[in-house]
């Protein structure tokens, strides 16, 4: 895949204990899966609607791919696209901004100004 970039979405306590310990392990269904999920720009928005629903006060980490080498491997996942999955810890150097999502009056997430989903 050509994405340099891909992202992962996260709960803010998750996001105060990946800042404190500097590296994260993984979310439930990550630990679950055996992988840690991130999605590339343009799926974003899908998995915040498929998995995020109607929770505010997350975060939006932007992960520099390239600096975790080759423990991402894209595969196969929610209606057959390639996923970015990260087979190990995500370390917080890798992380490269964020920005908090917050819920609009209709209970959808708002993407930072300026992010483009396609």
Do not use: N
């Amino acid at each position: 895949m050509a994405d340099l970039f891909a992202f992962k979405i996260l709960t803010r306590d998750q996001w105060d204990r990946f800042r404190a310990d500097g590296l994260f392990e993984g979310a439930p269904v990550d630990i679950a899966d055996g992988y840690i999920h991130l999605s590339a720009r343009d799926q974003v928005a899908g998995t915040l609607e498929k998995h995020f629903a109607g929770q505010d006060d997350l975060i939006l980490a932007m992960v520099d791919l390239a600096a975790l080498g080759d423990t991402v491997k894209w595969e196969e996942s929610r209606g057959g696209a390639l996923f970015p999955h990260v087979y190990g810890p995500l370390p917080m150097e890798a992380v490269t901004t964020k920005a908090k999502l917050r819920l609009d009056e209709t209970g959808r997430h708002v993407l930072p100004a300026g992010f483009d989903a396609g």
